[in-house]
């Protein structure tokens, strides 16, 4: 992921509105804004996203049941984001990514730390859930556009 894009996605981990100054400022000329196929086919991923990935999957598929069933602690909530933000951060020192499948990545991410940041309650008490089925649905974009050998989608709540 070594891109412009990738040190404001460090930035980012520490203050979300560096993403909408990048926006505003990119004026919309390297990033889509919406998630697409390689003409038909999954991006590629590396080692570094993968494990990444993984590792955020398995903080969704642990915390997801405990928040649907209302029985997560506030604890709980801070201990899957302060996870998936350090699997981000590994994505970001190390994977490495054609430009364009980066770009489509990093439509992913934000989705992920919106999902964080509403888990670490910075949305309202009440949104903390919502924000660990947020990191559900991104991982689940995840696995409909990388490809990601063993993938499997979460299975979400209704």
């Known amino acids: 992921m070594k891109s412009p894009i990738t040190l404001i996605l460090a930035i980012a981990l520490s203050s979300p509105l560096a993403v909408l100054a990048a926006d505003a400022h990119d004026h919309g000329k390297s990033a889509p804004h919406k998630l697409e196929l390689n003409a038909g086919k999954k991006w590629g991923t590396d ?3 993968r494990q990444a990935m993984s590792g955020i999957h398995g903080s969704v598929a642990h ?50 730390m919106e999902g ?34 063993g993938w499997q989608a979460i299975k979400l709540p209704h």
């Open 47 to 49: 080692p570094a996203l």
């Open 116 to 149: 964080v940041e509403a888990a670490q309650g910075k949305h309202g008490e009440k949104k903390r859930a919502t924000g660990v089925v947020k990191v559900a649905q991104a991982a689940n974009a995840y696995g409909k556009h990388f490809d990601h050998a």
């Open 63 to 112: 915390t997801l049941p405990a928040a649907h069933s209302g029985k997560a602690t506030p604890a709980d909530y801070d201990a899957f984001g302060k996870e998936v933000t350090a699997q981000i951060t590994y994505m970001v020192e190390n994977c490495k990514l054609d430009p364009k499948a980066d770009a489509q990545l990093h439509l992913i991410v934000a989705d992920i």
